[in-house]
């Protein structure tokens, strides 16, 4: 127990980190999920796994979602809490503490030295890229699954194998996600007989694997009968949807080597963008190809593999969310582990560099989770690092339509004329929001009847 002081320590401090986001309100999905949504109240098991993960109509193609634990978990804490938005963040903020806690675990299991895990850890504990997962109830998917992955990556370096299946398979029905831990599975053993010279690198890291594939193709077949089949429109869309892809990529990789700044939505990174990240990947093949090192090949797995989904699925996404800073979050074990072998490299200054970005990741994360307190400050936000999101302009303008500001929301899409002045849309909010500001100045200002006999 006393070698698990320091990770524990790491994830107490994760756990104060986050303290401030426990004041925070529902935002945005949150009020689908808990609010306007009697799901939760009376989801029974065979809901959970029979069902779309919305609870949408099962004729048309609503989603892609099919998560039965993240549904059983949101009404186990129904249950224990009713709607208490407070109870939900806490158990999201000790989920992201269980996760900076075990990935501790896998990698000390690994056999990293102590001085890359604790840097990788530490790292991992304060990105500003977990705030949208840690700090936003809806967000409780991205952090549960990780902690499962990661749980299920500990087991298995530890020889606890069972364990670690049955794990995998959790994180799966937890979220699509987690079908990457094959791959990852498999760059950990091909590793680990790399490190014993082992001439059958690669079959044993086949036959590693394989158990894994088992809940992938089972999760998978549950999927195609229970989601009902994608029309074909949407198959055109992510067969036509290749540039697409190398933008949201691009965008996650400057998100997770700069994670600054933050928000809910963004725009889409242009050519030059684009092609730089194209030449940094293709930098980092090369890199890998002559070092050889199964370290580096082991962090660029854990990059790479979890942010395929969100990459390949974008041209299925609604636009403005098509690139989310939750969808990185195990990701960031990744990018964590690689800086801290980097650092390795350099003994006499890695300590230091390694405070200086443990200190800016913490600031980022504080000033991140304000963000996070309320839809209005999340939306208003959103505004700042992409002023010409149509998307964030009119849940913006709902919230606070919402709230009885008709006229503030009229202003609000107004202000989104100038970067769409086609927008019926837009148009169309601003007449009803001024239709019901009148209504509501009329009925204020009305003399008061005379209360009848």
């Given amino acids: 127990m006393r070698g698990w002081n320091f990770p524990l320590l790491i994830a107490a401090l994760t756990v104060a980190l986050y303290l401030p986001s426990l004041s925070g309100g529902a935002v945005f999905d949150d009020h689908h999920l808990l609010e306007y949504h009697p799901r939760l109240m009376n989801l029974t098991l065979h809901d959970a796994f029979a069902t779309d993960f919305w609870g949408g109509n099962p004729t048309p193609w609503k989603s892609m979602h099919y998560r039965p634990l993240a549904l059983l978990a949101y009404r186990a804490m129904y249950l224990l809490f009713g709607m208490d938005p407070a109870a939900f963040h806490l158990v999201n903020v000790l989920l992201n503490a269980a996760a900076a806690f075990l990935l501790w675990i896998f990698l000390e299991g690994a056999g990293f030295s102590r001085r890359v895990t604790a840097i990788a850890v530490c790292l991992f504990a304060v990105n500003p890229l977990h705030v949208e997962a840690a700090a936003w ?160 090949a082991l962090a660029a797995g854990l990059i790479v593999l979890p942010l395929a989904a969100p990459v390949v699925a974008s041209p299925l996404m609604t636009e403005w969310i098509q690139i989310q800073d939750r969808y990185t979050y195990l990701s960031t074990a990744g990018m964590c582990l690689l800086i801290a072998l980097m650092l390795a490299k350099i003994p006499r200054a890695s300590l230091a560099v390694a405070v200086i970005l443990i200190a800016a990741g913490a600031a980022g994360t504080w000033r991140q989770e304000r963000v996070w307190q309320s839809s209005e400050t999340t939306w208003r936000h959103a505004l700042e690092i992409t002023p010409q999101s149509q998307f964030a302009s009119v849940s913006l303008a709902r919230d606070l339509a919402r709230d009885g500001r008709f006229d503030e929301a009229a202003q609000v899409c107004q202000q989104a004329l100038t970067y769409h002045p086609g927008s019926e849309v837009l148009r169309s909010f601003i007449m009803r929001a001024r239709q019901l500001e009148t209504r509501s100045k009329r009925y204020w200002t009305a003399p008061i009847s005379r209360t009848p006999r």
């Fill in 137 to 296: 109830i809806t967000g409780m998917m991205e952090t549960l699954m990780a902690a499962l992955c990661l749980a299920s990556l500990a087991c298995y370096g530890r020889g606890h194998r069972i364990a670690s299946v049955l794990l995998a398979a959790a994180a799966m029905l937890e979220k699509e996600s987690a079908f990457v831990l094959p791959g990852i599975v498999f760059l950990l053993e091909w590793r680990r007989a790399r490190i014993e010279d082992s001439p059958k690198a690669l079959r044993r890291a086949e036959l590693a694997a394989l158990p894994y594939v088992v809940p992938v193709i089972a999760c998978l077949a549950a999927r195609a009968i229970i989601l009902p089949r994608m029309p074909e429109d949407l198959q055109a869309r992510f067969l036509d949807g290749v540039p697409l892809m190398a933008a949201v990529g691009a965008a996650y990789l400057r998100m997770l080597v700069w994670p600054w700044p933050l928000g809910i939505s963004y725009a889409l990174p242009g050519a030059g963008a684009i092609a730089l990240a194209i030449l940094a990947v293709i930098a980092g093949a090369a890199v890998l190809l002559w070092r050889k090192s199964a370290d580096l």
